[in-house]
DNA sequence: TTTAATAGAAACTAAATGGTATCATATGGA
DNA sequence: TCCATATGATACCATTTAGTTTCTATTAAA
């Protein structure tokens, strides 16, 4: 089980960047007016952008001298597909441990 | 949309930690245990077995002289809920933009 | 063609993070 | 009881992170 979608896992680790995304997930938004919605200065509002954009959680398009934020749902499929073989792990334990107490109880 | 889960999100940003809990889902460890599996000191492992249990992905229970940590699926509701809160509005949006263009194409 | 709006970039700061080394504590067993 | 083992706690360090301020570049529009 390895590495997949380290950006998105730290992208989605900050609050802020968090609630960032529930606003795109919603509506297109440039950066001007994502940082309309926070305390915080343009610049620091950029960072979280970039953060999101190396994390492929979110997508960038240059319009004019605009650029248009857009969510990517595509890359949360790291995150989910993580969570997903991390379940299959557990699972597959619970199997084990059930098949284990049913050869016990066989056994008695 | 709200901070549900910050720990738990926080804890999964560091691969060593997400390495931590697919051991974990497999089988419970001791802290020396799981410290084998890393090329790190003790120490730095029981800080992020530390923020893990922070974040409710683990469970720690004495026993003897021993701590077993166990992995706690429980824990990553906070996390699939949050995703799929996202999707939800996501699709929600979808929806309203589905609405829009037949409307469109029925005024055409 | 100025001017105002939008964004990018760089330099800096404070605090959090991931790690270490070292020392103290509690427990199981010879 | 005494010793080895398993863990906890503390202090320290280097790096990253989240934020700021300030300055520059590009584009829209009067």
Chains 1, 2 share one sequence.
Do not use: C
């Amino acid at each position: 089980m390895m590495n997949a979608g380290e950006g998105a896992f730290r992208a989605l680790a900050d609050p802020t960047r968090r609630a960032i995304l529930s606003l795109l997930a919603e509506e297109d938004m440039t950066i001007g007016r994502v940082a309309e919605n926070f305390a915080m200065t343009r610049p620091a509002i950029k960072k979280h952008l970039g953060i999101l954009e190396e994390g492929q959680l979110i997508r960038v398009e240059a319009r004019g001298r605009e650029r248009v934020n857009r969510f990517n749902p595509e890359g949360l499929r790291a995150v989910t597909g993580w969570l997903g073989e991390l379940d299959r792990f557990w699972n597959l334990r619970l199997d084990r441990l059930k098949a284990e107490i049913e050869r016990d109880m066989k056994d008695e």
